[in-house]
Protein backbone atom coordinates (compact mmCIF):
# COMPACT_ATOMS: atom_id res chain seq x y z
CA UNK A 1 0.00 0.00 0.00
CA UNK A 2 0.62 3.69 -0.25
CA UNK A 3 3.18 4.33 2.24
CA UNK A 4 4.38 8.40 3.36
CA UNK A 5 7.10 8.99 4.80
CA UNK A 6 8.55 12.72 6.68
CA UNK A 7 11.95 13.60 7.77
CA UNK A 8 13.38 14.72 10.56
CA UNK A 9 10.86 13.30 13.28
CA UNK A 10 11.52 15.59 15.35
CA UNK A 11 13.12 19.59 14.55
CA UNK A 12 14.63 21.78 17.54
CA UNK A 13 15.20 25.38 16.42
CA UNK A 14 16.14 28.60 17.92
CA UNK A 15 14.09 31.38 16.95
CA UNK A 16 15.26 33.17 13.82
CA UNK A 17 16.69 29.82 12.38
CA UNK A 18 14.89 28.44 9.41
CA UNK A 19 13.86 25.39 9.28
CA UNK A 20 12.45 21.99 6.73
CA UNK A 21 10.76 18.82 6.45
CA UNK A 22 10.89 16.46 3.52
CA UNK A 23 8.16 14.41 2.77
CA UNK A 24 8.03 11.01 0.83
CA UNK A 25 5.94 8.91 -0.98
CA UNK A 26 6.45 5.04 -1.46
CA UNK A 27 3.91 5.81 -4.76
CA UNK A 28 3.19 8.96 -7.19
CA UNK A 29 1.03 10.96 -6.29
CA UNK A 30 -1.74 13.22 -7.94
CA UNK A 31 -1.18 15.88 -5.53
CA UNK A 32 0.08 16.72 -1.97
CA UNK A 33 -1.51 18.32 0.43
CA UNK A 34 0.14 20.30 3.90
CA UNK A 35 -1.20 20.42 7.48
CA UNK A 36 -0.31 22.06 10.71
CA UNK A 37 -1.71 20.52 13.60
CA UNK A 38 -0.75 22.28 16.94
CA UNK A 39 -0.13 20.54 20.24
CA UNK A 40 -3.47 19.47 21.53
CA UNK A 41 -5.82 20.63 18.23
CA UNK A 42 -6.99 19.06 14.57
CA UNK A 43 -4.88 19.43 11.15
CA UNK A 44 -5.55 22.26 9.32
CA UNK A 45 -4.59 22.44 6.19
CA UNK A 46 -2.21 24.82 4.36
CA UNK A 47 -1.94 24.43 0.92
CA UNK A 48 -1.81 21.65 -1.85
CA UNK A 49 0.83 21.10 -4.98
CA UNK A 50 -0.38 19.55 -7.48
CA UNK A 51 1.64 20.16 -10.75
CA UNK A 52 5.15 18.08 -11.32
CA UNK A 53 7.65 20.53 -9.79
CA UNK A 54 5.67 23.26 -8.49
CA UNK A 55 6.62 25.79 -6.08
CA UNK A 56 4.37 27.68 -3.95
CA UNK A 57 4.89 30.62 -0.89
CA UNK A 58 2.84 31.67 1.66
CA UNK A 59 4.84 34.12 3.67
CA UNK A 60 7.76 32.78 5.34
CA UNK A 61 6.61 29.12 4.06
CA UNK A 62 8.08 27.80 0.75
CA UNK A 63 6.57 24.58 -0.26
CA UNK A 64 8.06 22.60 -3.23
CA UNK A 65 6.28 18.94 -4.87
CA UNK A 66 8.93 17.23 -7.16
CA UNK A 67 9.39 16.56 -10.68
CA UNK A 68 8.30 12.81 -10.13
CA UNK A 69 5.60 13.69 -8.10
CA UNK A 70 7.18 11.04 -4.99
CA UNK A 71 8.37 13.82 -3.07
CA UNK A 72 7.52 17.03 -1.60
CA UNK A 73 9.49 19.88 1.47
CA UNK A 74 7.94 22.72 3.46
CA UNK A 75 10.77 25.22 4.19
CA UNK A 76 9.85 28.04 6.60
CA UNK A 77 12.17 30.92 6.46
CA UNK A 78 13.19 32.79 10.28
CA UNK A 79 11.26 30.85 12.15
CA UNK A 80 8.44 32.01 15.36
CA UNK A 81 7.60 30.87 18.12
CA UNK A 82 3.75 30.81 16.55
CA UNK A 83 5.08 28.07 14.18
CA UNK A 84 5.10 25.66 16.53
CA UNK A 85 3.83 22.23 15.87
CA UNK A 86 3.63 19.18 13.58
CA UNK A 87 3.65 19.37 10.29
CA UNK A 88 1.90 16.69 8.10
CA UNK A 89 1.99 15.90 4.20
CA UNK A 90 -0.63 14.24 3.13
CA UNK A 91 -0.51 12.49 -0.28
CA UNK A 92 -3.79 11.73 -2.64
CA UNK A 93 -3.19 8.57 -4.44
CA UNK A 94 -6.05 6.25 -5.99
CA UNK A 95 -9.05 6.94 -3.94
CA UNK A 96 -7.62 7.80 -0.90
CA UNK A 97 -5.67 10.61 1.19
CA UNK A 98 -2.64 9.28 3.26
CA UNK A 99 -0.65 11.03 5.84
CA UNK A 100 3.05 11.70 6.73
CA UNK A 101 4.58 10.80 10.05
CA UNK A 102 4.72 14.24 10.68
CA UNK A 103 8.00 15.98 11.99
CA UNK A 104 7.16 18.20 15.31
CA UNK A 105 8.60 21.65 15.37
CA UNK A 106 9.88 23.21 18.77
CA UNK A 107 11.15 26.74 18.42
CA UNK A 108 13.34 27.93 21.37
CA UNK A 109 12.58 32.07 22.13
CA UNK B 1 -19.88 28.22 8.19
CA UNK B 2 -20.27 25.62 10.55
CA UNK B 3 -17.47 23.39 10.92
CA UNK B 4 -17.14 19.33 11.42
CA UNK B 5 -18.46 18.72 14.39
CA UNK B 6 -18.05 15.69 16.45
CA UNK B 7 -18.89 13.82 20.11
CA UNK B 8 -18.08 13.06 22.67
CA UNK B 9 -14.55 14.77 22.52
CA UNK B 10 -13.84 12.30 25.68
CA UNK B 11 -14.53 8.94 26.11
CA UNK B 12 -12.95 6.39 28.72
CA UNK B 13 -14.00 2.80 28.90
CA UNK B 14 -12.75 0.13 30.24
CA UNK B 15 -11.44 -3.09 27.73
CA UNK B 16 -14.40 -5.03 26.21
CA UNK B 17 -16.68 -2.33 26.63
CA UNK B 18 -18.02 -0.70 23.20
CA UNK B 19 -18.04 3.09 22.45
CA UNK B 20 -19.78 4.79 19.47
CA UNK B 21 -18.35 8.40 17.51
CA UNK B 22 -20.78 10.88 16.29
CA UNK B 23 -19.36 12.71 12.99
CA UNK B 24 -21.48 15.69 11.15
CA UNK B 25 -19.58 17.04 8.69
CA UNK B 26 -19.76 20.62 6.64
CA UNK B 27 -22.70 20.67 5.05
CA UNK B 28 -22.72 19.97 1.65
CA UNK B 29 -19.35 17.74 1.67
CA UNK B 30 -19.48 14.47 -0.55
CA UNK B 31 -16.58 12.90 1.33
CA UNK B 32 -16.01 11.99 4.52
CA UNK B 33 -13.21 10.15 6.65
CA UNK B 34 -12.73 8.67 9.94
CA UNK B 35 -8.76 8.81 11.03
CA UNK B 36 -7.49 7.15 14.03
CA UNK B 37 -4.49 9.21 15.95
CA UNK B 38 -2.47 7.68 18.03
CA UNK B 39 -0.19 9.68 20.14
CA UNK B 40 3.13 10.69 18.45
CA UNK B 41 2.26 9.43 15.12
CA UNK B 42 0.21 10.65 12.29
CA UNK B 43 -3.51 10.27 11.41
CA UNK B 44 -4.43 6.88 9.81
CA UNK B 45 -7.29 6.11 7.16
CA UNK B 46 -10.00 4.02 8.90
CA UNK B 47 -13.12 4.49 6.54
CA UNK B 48 -13.65 6.56 3.92
CA UNK B 49 -16.99 7.41 2.48
CA UNK B 50 -18.59 9.17 -0.65
CA UNK B 51 -22.09 10.19 0.02
CA UNK B 52 -23.35 7.16 1.76
CA UNK B 53 -20.78 4.49 -0.17
CA UNK B 54 -18.16 2.93 1.06
CA UNK B 55 -15.02 3.97 -0.81
CA UNK B 56 -11.80 2.38 1.31
CA UNK B 57 -12.17 0.68 4.52
CA UNK B 58 -9.14 -1.01 3.64
CA UNK B 59 -7.44 -0.70 7.19
CA UNK B 60 -10.39 -0.76 8.94
CA UNK B 61 -9.98 -3.67 11.70
CA UNK B 62 -13.93 -5.33 10.70
CA UNK B 63 -13.52 -8.18 13.83
CA UNK B 64 -14.49 -4.87 16.21
CA UNK B 65 -14.91 -1.98 14.13
CA UNK B 66 -17.77 -0.93 11.97
CA UNK B 67 -19.11 2.45 10.91
CA UNK B 68 -21.84 4.05 8.43
CA UNK B 69 -22.53 7.27 7.03
CA UNK B 70 -26.70 7.61 7.12
CA UNK B 71 -28.15 9.05 4.19
CA UNK B 72 -24.97 10.21 3.37
CA UNK B 73 -24.51 13.52 6.15
CA UNK B 74 -23.77 12.30 9.33
CA UNK B 75 -21.72 9.30 10.21
CA UNK B 76 -20.90 7.16 13.49
CA UNK B 77 -17.95 4.69 14.37
CA UNK B 78 -18.10 1.80 16.58
CA UNK B 79 -15.32 0.16 18.30
CA UNK B 80 -17.11 -3.17 19.82
CA UNK B 81 -15.48 -4.43 22.17
CA UNK B 82 -12.47 -2.32 22.85
CA UNK B 83 -8.90 -3.10 23.13
CA UNK B 84 -6.28 -0.98 24.93
CA UNK B 85 -4.26 -0.72 21.79
CA UNK B 86 -7.44 1.51 20.73
CA UNK B 87 -6.49 4.79 22.28
CA UNK B 88 -5.96 7.26 20.11
CA UNK B 89 -8.08 10.51 18.82
CA UNK B 90 -10.35 9.71 16.86
CA UNK B 91 -10.57 12.60 13.95
CA UNK B 92 -13.48 13.04 11.60
CA UNK B 93 -12.88 15.21 8.22
CA UNK B 94 -15.14 15.91 5.42
CA UNK B 95 -14.22 17.22 1.87
CA UNK B 96 -16.12 18.86 -0.68
CA UNK B 97 -14.98 16.82 -3.82
CA UNK B 98 -15.48 13.01 -4.68
CA UNK B 99 -13.13 10.59 -3.76
CA UNK B 100 -11.86 11.04 -7.45
CA UNK B 101 -11.08 14.78 -7.47
CA UNK B 102 -8.09 16.20 -7.41
CA UNK B 103 -8.59 18.85 -5.08
CA UNK B 104 -10.37 19.13 -2.32
CA UNK B 105 -8.69 20.26 1.29
CA UNK B 106 -9.63 18.37 4.09
CA UNK B 107 -11.54 20.02 6.94
CA UNK B 108 -11.10 18.25 10.48
CA UNK B 109 -12.96 18.19 13.18
CA UNK B 110 -12.03 18.64 16.89
CA UNK B 111 -11.51 14.73 17.61
CA UNK B 112 -12.60 12.31 20.21
CA UNK B 113 -10.11 11.35 22.48
CA UNK B 114 -10.77 8.15 23.40
CA UNK B 115 -8.84 5.98 26.87
CA UNK B 116 -8.99 2.54 26.89
CA UNK B 117 -7.85 1.42 30.35
Known amino acids: GQQVMQIPQYQHVQEGEDFTTYCNSS?????IQWYKQRPGGHPVFLIQ?????EVKKQKRLTFQFGEAKKNSSLHITATQTTDVGTYFC?????????FGTGTKLQVIP | EAGVAQSPRYKIIEKRQSVAFWCNPISGHATLYWYQQILGQGPKLLIQ????????DSQLPKDRFSAERLKGVDSTLKIQPAKLEDSAVYLCASSPGGWDANTGELFFGEGSRLTVL
Open chain 1, 49 to 53: LVKSG
Open chain 1, 90 to 98: AGRGYQKVT
Open chain 1, 27 to 31: TTLSN
Open chain 2, 49 to 56: FQNNGVVD
